[in-house]
């Protein structure tokens, strides 16, 4: 069902689209629309730790490797309007887009550091990369504020929709400080029962946020 509700928002531009309802500038509404539903499945991505933590509902980290596969999934989508639409891969100006326009290069950031993220999210990347698994998808929250900054940027007048962003990154990432720093040292924990990973059975203590199950 999230992954049906999670193709919506792709539905709705392609009906808008065939149906030439995607207003003056069709290619800047898409572009528009892929950008913000990438930076909003990242955010929904980073929330689902959070909730699960303070809810106790352990089902919720089901989905959030299928929601980040989705901020990856428009992010592509974004950039693939860029190149092959917008400017029709001109890879010359898109070079020099990326060079020297600081929120063009702030969004590409953005894209290069999810990338990894999305491409060691299975459960064999989980099992083979360890600790440095975590401290990899840890890059998550670095990716979230450079498409908040790209944003910010790019809008000329009203700052209220990025900036909204930006508060909701920084509350994510205070709690999951504050959880974190509420977590039992190690020493306690290994006078637990290990609780382990329901997904991927690692028994490791919570990994790092983004994309992989557990
Ligand atoms: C190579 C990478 C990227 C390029 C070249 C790029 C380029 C663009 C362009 C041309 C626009 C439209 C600006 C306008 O017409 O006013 C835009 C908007 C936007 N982009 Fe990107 N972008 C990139 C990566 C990203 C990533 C990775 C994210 C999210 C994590 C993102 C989020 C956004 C958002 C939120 C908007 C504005 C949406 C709105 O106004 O509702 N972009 N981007």
Not at 90 to 101: H, P, Q, T, V, Y
Not at 118 to 139: E, I, N
Not at 174 to 188: F, N, T
Request: proline share 6%; hydrophobic share 55%.
């Amino acid at each position: 069902m999230i992954f049906a509700l999670a193709l919506v928002p792709l539905a709705l531009i392609l009906r808008d689209g065939l149906t030439g309802r995607l207003g003056a500038e069709p290619i800047r509404a898409i572009q528009l629309r892929t950008g913000w539903w990438a930076l909003t499945f990242l955010l929904i991505t980073l929330s689902v730790t959070p909730l699960r933590r303070l809810s106790g509902w352990n089902p919720f980290v089901k989905f959030r490797r299928m929601l980040g596969l989705f901020a990856f999934f428009y992010a592509v989508l974004h950039l693939s309007n860029y190149v092959g639409v917008d400017q029709f891969f001109a890879w010359k100006e898109i070079g020099e887009d990326i060079l020297k326009r600081p929120w063009i290069t702030i969004g590409f950031s953005a894209l290069v550091l999810i990338t990894p993220l999305a491409l060691t999210s299975t459960q064999a990347m989980v099992r083979r990369l360890g600790k440095r698994w975590a401290a990899l998808h840890r890059l998550v929250y670095v990716a979230a504020a450079c498409g908040v900054l790209h944003f910010l940027w790019l809008v000329k007048k009203d700052t209220t929709e990025p900036a909204t962003f930006g508060l909701v990154l920084i509350l994510l990432l205070a709690l999951r400080l504050r959880l974190q720093a509420r977590k039992p040292k190690p020493s306690a924990v290994s006078q637990q029962p290990s609780v382990g990973n329901a997904v991927t059975g690692a028994q490791h203590a919570e990994p790092a946020p983004l994309m992989a199950d557990g």
